[in-house]
Each structure stands twice: as structure tokens, then as C-alpha cells.
DNA sequence: TGCTTTTCCAAACAACTGTATTAAACACTT
DNA sequence: AAGTGTTTAATACAGTTGTTTGGAAAAGCA
């Protein structure tokens, strides 16, 4: 086994090249389709620099998944909200970042795609990312329902109506190819902007929260036959 | 290159032997990183078999990803509907029908594992299961969303609407391992069986529906400043 | 039965895979 | 300038990849 050297001095080195270059096409292919060759060639680097700076293969993706993250993180930070700042803004303001960080309307980022690969498929890295990003980040839109129901619900409940508003900010990241095709270009290029998003998916969650809030509790449990 | 071989008689032929052990596990690891040595293994029959009735790896795939959502179609068949069903009823069916086809609670369907792949990451196949499926599923959706509006809705509210829905579903089946690890065990056996996910996602878009509805199409166009 | 077509198989093919080895080039300190 | 540890590069290695081949076995049919 190799010793994975770490070369501290940022900026425009091997190590940093190679990091560099392995994203876009691991986010472009996945793991196992991309070629240590491929991204050597596109760093110019010699092949075996991988194995010199990284150990294997797998360190190299894990790192690559990692810089991802913090790097789309830092391209679309988090809003600042003061102590006054209504709850159904804060929803507005955190539909919005979720579709920011999704979706960049011009290049679509490949950071996105390498950490949806981790969503669906996760690897050992998936618990890292849960931990450090997902699990808080989940959290804070939590606190905006609850501050928006006015009280605490019932931990299942808020979890999935934060999955509820999360799910719909992900169909146009997971599913926009596909999307493209069921409808029309100009209706795409119009419609489909960030703020048209925004807007809607805040509407219609705003709306399903309220009445979820207005149904008797005792409905909810009414039907419970499990089938299939 | 060489010819391919219809095997018209089905049954328990090379052919169908090779098609039903292709499918999990084209649909657990992806096509590039699945050999047709692993295929043949499992089916037990010789590597030459794939080139010789399917021509190459490529069309093996395709008629996989096509048998999948066919016989995914026929196990979760859709709801039959009178004249008089009213139009509520007919959306929680339809959000039902929407995750049985999903999320098989006991055993995941690889089925369902490969048409996931095909809409995040399309090949030529995709457009064949637009054009076949999605589209007229996707227009059932949206005439039960017009006759709750009570009108017709201009199209792209429509679609938006109806990928709010599809959306919430399609998260729990994309974001099903990720979900697990964000919350408790037990919470997910509980509380995340089919009906309590269609429950709530019926009672939440029917509320965004009707919000939606109510809010003045005015407000819709006023904030309009695209950024990012 | 003999002949033809279809199906199957063992082996080989050439290209590609991740990784290891080795030595040369480099940047520093002394 | 010599010696130090670090970085780069060419090449080799052992294994896997999808596909092809030529002939054997089986099936269909007269």
C-alpha cells in the first residue's frame, strides 16, 4: 500500500488538479464508469499521481465528494435572517436556497450531480454528508414549520412535511432531463426559472401546511389497512 | 456483427433466462458497471449467449429497462373509476397508485431501481418510456387536478401542480436510503408505511391545491427578478 | 433416415482496468 | 556543491472487459 502524501501548499498543484478534474467526470459518469487514466489525462498528470497523492481510487472519490459539498455550499450560502423576520419568508427565503443549490440555472453544477449519486446510491461518504450537512440543514426548515404552524408537531409529522418540501425541490433537480422532454422548450425556458419555482413550491406548501394544521388529528389515523 | 435470434417461444428459454437475471442487476449497479459475465453466470449460460440473442450489451439493457416497467405496470395495475367517483377520491387513489408502483414496502422492486436510473441519467431508452408511459400517466394526473380546480388551469400551473405530487412520491422512493439514516428506526416502520405516506401526501397537496387556487393570479407575476 | 437450421459452448481476442515498481527530476537546506 | 526528502514519469503487471470465432450438440423437418 502506497503513502498518501498530502501536499498542504494549495493552489495550482498536482494534488489540487487532480482533485479538480475527478468531479466533473466522476459527477458525469459515476464511480465506477470513470477511468483513473481519464482524469490523469485531463489533469495532466501522470497515472499513477492517484495512487501517490490519494492511496486509491475510492480516497480520491471520498475527497471528491467532500469538496463538492463544502464548495456548493459556499456558492450559495445559507440566508441571514434577523430575530423579526416572519416565518413564511424564512420558508420563501429557504425554498428559494434549496432551488439555488439545486439548480443553477446556467451550468448545471457537477457538484449537484456527484452528491445526488451519493442520495441515491450511497456509499460509505452518504453518512458523512448526512451528518455534517443533510441532518442540519433538515433541521433548520423543521423549525421554520413548526414556527409557521405555531407549535410542535409531532416528530413524524414535521419530518414529513419538511420531505414534502424538500421532494418537490428535488424532482426538478432528479428528474429535469426527463421533465424536458414531457414538456414544451419555450414553456421550459418561460416557466421553469428560479423564481417561478420558488414561488410555486412555496404556495402550494404554504396551502398544504395550513390544511394539514386544519385537519382533526383523529383522520389521520382513521385509515390504517396495510396492503401490498 | 452479429444477427440476433428471436426466440419466439417464451417460457424458461436462454433468451427469458437471460432477460429476468439481467434486470437486478443491470437495476442494482448500473449498466456500465454491470458485466455480461456476471449476467451469464447468474443465468447460467454461456458469455457468447447475450451477443448472440440480444446483438450487443447495449440492446440487452434496452429490452430490460422495457419488460421492467411493463411488468411493473401489470403488477400495480390502475384504479378503476365510475362515472360518479368524485374527483378527491380519485387523487388519493391515484397518489396510492403513484406509490405502490414506487415503494413496494417488503421486497424493492429492481424494476423500479432501473427506471429510476433511466430518468435520472437518460439514455435513448427514456424517450421510449415518455412517450409509452409517463406522458399519458402524467396527463391522467392532470385531469384530476382540473376537475378539483373546477376549470381548466393554464398549462404550466397544471404541470407544476402535478410535479408537486409526483415529487413528494418520487422522494421517497430516490431518497429512501438517505431518509433512513436521517431518522429513527422505528419512526420508519411506523409511520412511513404506504398508507400514512399517501395520506399525507394527499391531505398536503390537496391543501396546496386549494391555496393555490385561491391566491390571486396577479400575485403570481409580481415578483419576477431572476438572479443567480 | 439424412439433411438443414438453430442453439450452445470453450477458447481466444484485443482493448482496457487499477495499481506497483523503478528511476529520474526537482526543490531545499546545509 | 553535496545531500536531503518530495514529486514526477515511463513502464510493467495481473486481471477484467465486451465481443468474436469455429465447431459441437440439439432440434426441426423431409
Redesign the pocket.
Known sequence: ??TI?Q?STSGD???ERILMEAGPIFAGKGFRA?????ICEQAN?????????FG???QLYHQTVVLAREMRVEQVPEPKWSSTTDPEEKLLDFITLILRRLVAMQTEPWQVRLLMREILEPTETCKHLVEEYFRPFFNTLCGIIDDLVGYRLPEHTRNKIGFSIIGQCLYYRFSAEMTRLMIEQQDYVDQYDLDNLAQHVYLFSLGGLKHYQSVDESTLKSTSTTDQ
Chains 1, 2 share one sequence.
Open positions: 500500500m502506497p502524501h501536499n498543484s498536482t494534488r470513470t477511468t483513473v487514466r481519464e498528470v501522470n497515472v499513477a499521481s492517484i495512487n501517490y497523492y486509491d481510487k475510492r
